[in-house]
């Protein structure tokens, strides 16, 4: 053990402005230093954290680096980031993002999460690429991110973030539920959670009326937006405000009533809301071109009622996935791995050309100086 390590150990992070020594944090025993790996761009930001490509020195692999934010916290390390690691430490699924490893800089509270790389994601595909995915490509990514999904619902765990940002695309194909730090474990009694989580396009609508007791159910109607904008690559219920996206769903669905969702009256804020009369169901409308089983599905996912909504097991089971086009193998999904480095190269030369004027008008002074590296101040070391 050398002495950085001796020493990391006696000290102290907060949780919740309460000490908490490094050993009895879930991921102790697995940490890295960041210096163990080479900054080649950044390539995307979460709710709660910056991502990286790296190359790690040892393994010469390229991974990613997701830098925990902390410059908001006043009580420690966020509790949404333990959370993440815990979760994910413990999670082994082909279609969730694999965290590897734990590293540190310089200070305790330059936290990272390893995870492997992935080149793309759906959210950027569907803004750069103008092609749409076919009935059998759609299939395939969806029966993937449902397969990762009974996962973590097998264990007890609500993602409370699905979005086509957080679902991310290997060279091969495979789909990666990613960006775990909305996300809870939930046991066998009910106990209220904040309803303030989901991004508002794929909001169920029992959170969006400030529901505080809700199941996995909310994870599948994100899933349904989700399916719905693979459909017709753009967003499916793209709203600006909660009323504005209540307005689009009443739009697609028709206005609820009690008799096919009991009791959304009494949710919190059902009365705050102005209710448009709308008394059809227009998802055959939207899509005249998809197959019964396709809308089906889309119509069984994005259900008013949470208890009636389907469960990922019985999503899976859907005829949609057994008729004809079957699921493309995803070995044979079209791919862009360029995508996301060109837009960062593209945001880098940007940044240098920015810099270097800086610099200039400046007169920088000569010298070693210090070097910004993961957003940590790292002296320039001399090779």
Sequence with gaps: MTDKDTNRQSKLLTV?????????????GACRDVDDFQKLNRV???????????????????????????????????ISSLREISILKRMSHQNIVNVTDVAVGPKLESIFLVMEYCEQDLGTLLDMVPTPYTPSEVKCLMLQLLRGLEH???????????????LLLTSTGLLKIADFGLARTVGLSSRPMTPNVVTLWYRSPELLLGGSIYTTAVDLWSAGCILGELMQHRPLLPGSTEQSQLNLIVNLLGTPNENIWPGYTSLPLADTFNWPKQDYNNIKLMFPRYSENTTSLLAELLTYNPKTRLTVKRALAHP??????RAQDPSLLPTYPEIRNEISEKEKSRKAHEDERKKRASRAIDGDGESEIFGSQYKKKKV
Excluded: W
């Design 44 to 78: 995307g930001e979460g709710t709660y954290g910056v991502v990286y490509r790296v190359r790690d020195r040892k393994t010469k692999q390229i991974v990613a680096l997701k830098k925990i934010r902390m410059e908001r916290e006043t009580d420690g390390m966020p």
């Design 320 to 325: 949609y996935f057994s008729e004809s086009p």
């Design 152 to 166: 973590c619902h097998n264990h007890s765990i609500i993602h409370r973030d699905l979005k086509m940002s957080n």
């Design 16 to 28: 919740r402005n309460k000490p908490v020594i490094y050993k009895d944090l879930p991921f102790y």
